[in-house]
């Protein structure tokens, strides 16, 4: 290691510590007693344990907040390697042409393309580096395609008589579910975005407890020794289905649209009394923004509102606009009430894992 990246490295771990002390400063002031370790806001425990500098949003999201809070780094690599390296594809999957689906190598892993002859599945490898040198393996055949003017070449398991079939014999297919990830990812966001603007304030209330204790919390002490990306999806996909309506589609526009960790804003969702029971929290992921609902914080009673809500099959909800004055540490609520439609679609959540 330089010199230069020593003192980097020096001053990351500095930046760490003075950050560590500061949500041990807030849990003090909420809870009248400092934590020995680390109150980790996901689990709700003081433990030992290897802390890191955890961004709230992916940073692999171009152009996304930079906000960052102290997270236990066994917690942060299990949710990042599962689900949240997954989420991060969304930015490319959404722009990508088919031909970078065969050159991009992230890509390519997550979401190879299909190839099918008449509708048969035909197995493929992409020959690269010395590959394109070497003749193909038994029972493959050599092909080149041309996609967006450009060449890929293939070892295709086919037969002779496949070969022979014209081009409108053969087709293929890009595709990669990401509700999932999706949905535990913009889950976790949204409770550490509250995490880094209101603290253990939140982490403690009711709404907190609820997400880390309910949701992701107990997801991970029950599934930690997973050791593959489709057996934690696997556990996730049923584990999750009953919060997939704290999750609305994403919204994208010509406008960029910030995101609470920004600009302090969310909508608290009000009842027929007038008394809160929702707020609805939004996470930019690059150009894209997304909006989660979680339980308001400040009353014992709106979690069964809350409850219900994600439950039925009502799309509607009376909302005011709501600021937080980070200098004054405090939300500053408007009076006005408006309806927002909250979309409940039947395949915003997948049925499977394939």
Known sequence: MSGEDSGDAQRLNQCTRNRLEIHRADYVEVTGKPFDHFFCPILLTDEP????????????????????????????????????????????????????????????????????????????FLRLGKDRLKPPPPGFQFVEWEIDGEEVILNVRASNEQ?????????????????????????????????????????????????????????????????????????????????????????????????????????????????????????????????????YPESANSMVTFLEFIRNDHEQVQVVEGQFDSDARRWIIGMEQRPVLWPKPADAYPRSIE
């Open 163 to 295: 070969m022979m079939l014209g081009p409108g014999a053969w087709e293929h297919e890009t595709k990669i579910d990401l509700r999932l990830p999706a949905c535990v990812s913009l889950i976790k966001a949204a409770h550490l975005s509250m995490f880094s603007v209101l603290g253990y304030r939140y982490v403690l209330s009711n709404a907190g407890r609820f997400v880390a204790q309910d949701i992701l919390g107990t997801f991970f002490q029950d599934n930690r020794q997973v050791r593959t990306k489709k057996e934690a999806q696997r556990r996730a996909l049923q584990f999750f289905k009953p919060f997939r309506h704290m999750v609305r589609p994403m919204q994208s526009g010509g406008a960029v649209l910030d995101g609470t960790l920004s600009d302090g804003a969310i909508r608290l969702c009000t009842g027929a009394s007038g008394n809160y029971w929702g707020m609805m929290i939004f996470v930019r992921t690059g150009q894209v923004r997304h909006t989660v609902l979680l339980p």
């Open 49 to 124: 344990g290897e802390l890191m500098r955890g961004h709230v949003i992916n940073e692999a999201y171009k152009g996304s907040s930079k906000a960052w809070v102290i997270q236990r780094k066994d917690v942060d690599g299990f949710y990042g390697g599962f689900f949240e390296g997954d989420f991060e594809l969304l930015q490319y999957k959404n722009r990508a042409s088919l031909l970078q689906h065969f050159t991009d190598p992230k890509l390519f892993r997550a979401a190879r393309p299909m190839i099918y002859c008449r509708d048969q599945v035909i197995q493929y």
